[in-house]
């Protein structure tokens, strides 16, 4: 019998884990966070290792096929993120892990290049310190600014219509969020993320923005992951699934009108985004911010 044992989650409707053996050559690939190839039944599928152990808590196991990854994909924050959501939102920490990654990931694939057009093309980069805030946007900016200098975790609501300035707020936090090398994901109702929109945030942040959003190809949203999870990008702005964008040191995470129905997700795993976020803004000890019209 091998001596080594790993549980996978599969995006399969069950609470259960999947117990398989590691034949000896694979021995030194496995790592918690990396997806691998296993057999269930008659199919071959794709899951991703959640914990390793010295004892079969079954017989007759299955050995894994193969290891996909040769680093974590998923960090152990991400990991427990995603464990939380199975148990909340009642599905398979499988179903939550293939939620928060790009869709190639659930077939294997890792990497795929895009042809698409530059991010921010033709579009003038302005310094945010030569836009100043309002009386104001400045108290509002100060009170939170107090919690990330303090690198506690927080939740803040700023409550003003649309047009009060709550934007300009968002700005100068991310800055201050990126003075501190932190990162920081923005999120938008899907219909607010226009063009206008995402020239907006291009003009301060410059090649530093990643932005997420539905309506992107399955190979440029895998690009973005990846220029994310590289550092290269620090900062996200995009709709409901960009909350899962793997930031790194995340800082600061801003849900603009947080009332809106769109944050909440209708297919499994059924989460609200709103809630994700202060749960993963615990875990990452980031600030969270929300703003809306009507709360």
């Given at each position: 019998m091998p001596d080594l044992f790993v549980d996978v989650a599969l995006a399969l409707p069950t609470t259960n884990l999947f117990q398989y053996s590691v034949p000896e050559p694979l021995c030194e690939k496995i790592e918690v966070g990396k997806r691998v190839f296993v057999s269930v039944r008659t199919r071959r599928m794709v899951g991703t290792l959640v914990s390793v152990s010295s004892?079969?808590?079954f017989t007759d196991i299955r050995d894994i096929e193969s290891v996909i990854d040769e680093t974590p994909i998923l960090s152990p924050s991400f990991l427990e993120l995603t464990r939380?959501?199975?148990?909340t939102y009642f599905c398979s920490w499988g179903q939550a892990i293939e939620a928060a990654l790009p869709?190639?990931?659930k077939k294997g694939k890792f990497l795929m290049k895009s042809r698409g057009q530059k991010l921010g093309a033709g579009v003038d980069i302005v310094n945010p310190k030569d836009l100043g805030l309002t009386l104001g946007q400045e108290s509002v900016f100060q009170k939170i600014l107090q919690k990330i200098k303090s690198e506690e975790t927080g939740h803040f609501l700023i409550?003003?219509?649309t047009g009060s300035g709550k934007t300009e707020v968002y700005m100068h936090l991310i800055r201050e969020?990126?003075?501190?090398?932190?990162?920081s994901i923005v999120l938008v109702p899907e219909i607010s993320l226009t063009p206008q929109t995402v020239e907006r945030f291009y003009s301060r942040f410059g090649d530093c923005l990643a932005v997420i959003h539905s309506r992107l190809t399955q190979a440029r949203r895998v690009e973005e992951w990846h220029r994310i999870r590289s550092g290269q990008a620090r900062v996200v702005v995009g709709a409901r699934s960009a909350i899962f964008?793997?930031?790194k040191n995340l800082g600061l995470i801003v849900i603009d009108e947080e009332h809106d129905t769109s944050y909440k997700q209708e297919e499994t795993p059924r989460y609200q985004t709103r809630c994700v976020a202060a749960k993963r803004a615990d875990l990452?000890?980031?600030v969270l911010v929300m703003g809306s019209a009507t709360p």
């Open positions: 004892e079969a808590s939380w959501m199975s148990e869709a190639p990931f409550h003003g219509i969020i990126l003075e501190r090398g932190k990162g964008s793997p930031v990452e000890r980031a």
